[in-house]
Nanobody
Framework: QVTLVESGGGLVQAGGSLTLSCVAS???????????MGWYRQAPGKQRELVAT???????NFADSVKGRFTISRDNAKNTVYLQMNSPKPEDTAVYFC???????????WGQGTQVTVSS
């Protein structure tokens, strides 16, 4: 079992910046090698949607709505993925979820989510 813990959410003004972090860990004795990691978000009344993903080799993919504003990066040694939110807009307000894959068995995991609220 792999556990993902997000941090860094909160209230930010439109045009500001915010960085989310997500650390993957596993119980003692659990073999894991984190593959692709990503961020998804879910606004009230809407479906969960992709924000950005990054492979272990640092290939990145972004939703059109955040291209040019958000960046994603990772530290493989720390099993950590980051989402740098630059110039956020009120429509970016949502609960942001971290997602990661254990390459060893292709299992997929979600974090508990962190609230991001962008004020106008």
């Amino acid at each position: 079992q792999v556990t993902l813990v997000e941090s860094g959410g909160g209230l930010v003004q439109a045009g500001g910046s915010l960085t989310l972090s997500c650390v993957a860990s596993a119980a003692s004795g659990t073999a894991f090698r984190i593959g692709a990691m990503g961020w998804y978000r879910q606004a009230p009344g809407k479906q969960r949607e992709l924000v950005a993903t990054i492979t272990r080799g640092a290939s990145k993919n972004f939703a059109d709505s955040v291209k040019g504003r958000f960046t994603i990066s990772r530290d493989n040694a720390k099993n950590t993925v980051y989402l740098q939110m630059n110039s956020p807009k009120p429509e970016d307000t949502a609960v942001y979820f971290c997602n990661a894959e254990n390459q060893l068995d292709r299992s997929n995991y979600w974090g508990q989510g962190t609230q991001v609220t962008v004020s106008s």
